[in-house]
């Protein structure tokens, strides 16, 4: 699976969007960009995933640039409650290959 | 959405003690499940890989008679730390997939952070 990279922490004020970047400058074609994020003291959740086209859920929005060497996660209007460590993934097709986590970022709502 | 299970949550025993983690998937089969630790401040490390009806795969470093995996059902996975010591001391996460197909995401349960005095 292709290698990430995240920045180690963000801050971002609460009620306003938090855009989080992934580098994947390595991605082969048939690997997704998953992201999770872990509160403390707690497993990881899911939140979105995509191959190129960008995609939305009811948590959070996938910008994946067209060369797919990079994407964003949006969480467009951040409370204190998504205070967590955010993991941009890549891997493979195949639900039954494990996820493989780096050190992901930071976030911090801020009131 | 898919929910998994993992209980207990937290359990603290003595040292050389056996300890089981069950992974229950709620509303879906896992055909495939996955172990991890989380040690403090670092990021999960997979330590097998779990199929139902067959032996678990180990990540190397990994002491498979230390961690006994059981996966006899397409709901259920126990990982058994046997003859636990202080440093088996970490957060342990189970995840689960179903085969509904290739990009499906895996689901985590809460975890389990095992103290051992």
């Known amino acids: 699976d292709a290698k990430t990279t995240q920045p180690t922490s963000m801050d971002c004020a609460e009620g306003r969007a938090a855009n989080l970047p992934c580098n994947h400058s390595?991605?082969?074609?048939?690997?997704?960009v998953y992201w999770y994020r872990q509160i403390h003291s707690q497993g990881p959740q899911y939140i979105i995933h995509?191959?190129?086209n960008n995609e939305t859920n009811e948590m959070a929005s996938l910008i994946i640039t067209e060369d797919r060497k990079s994407s964003t996660l949006i969480l467009p209007h951040a409370t204190l409650r998504d205070t967590a460590v955010y993991y941009c993934?890549?891997?493979?097709?195949?639900?039954?290959?494990?996820?493989?986590f780096g050190s992901g970022t930071q976030l911090t709502v801020l009131p | 959405g898919a929910v998994v299970s993992q209980h207990p949550s937290w359990v603290i025993c003595k040292s050389g003690t056996s300890v089981k983690i069950e992974c229950r998937s709620l509303?879906?089969?896992?055909?495939?499940m996955f172990w991890y630790r989380q040690f403090p401040k670092q990021s999960l490390m997979l330590m097998a890989t779990?199929?139902?009806?067959?032996?678990?795969?180990?990540e190397q470093g990994v002491e498979k008679d230390k961690f006994l995996i059981n996966h006899a059902s397409l709901t259920l996975s126990t990982l058994t730390v046997t003859s636990a010591h202080p440093e088996d001391s970490s957060f342990y996460i189970c995840?689960?997939?179903?085969?509904?197909?290739?990009?499906?995401?895996?689901?985590f349960g809460d975890g389990t952070r095992l103290s051992i005095l």
């Open positions: 995840s689960a997939s179903g085969p509904t197909g290739n990009n499906q995401p895996q689901h």
């Open positions: 390595t991605i082969s074609g048939n690997e997704y």
């Open positions: 995509g191959l190129k």
């Open positions: 993934i890549a891997r493979a097709g195949g639900s039954a290959r494990q996820l493989t």
């Open positions: 509303d879906f089969q896992a055909t495939t």
């Open positions: 779990s199929n139902e009806g067959s032996k678990a795969t180990y």
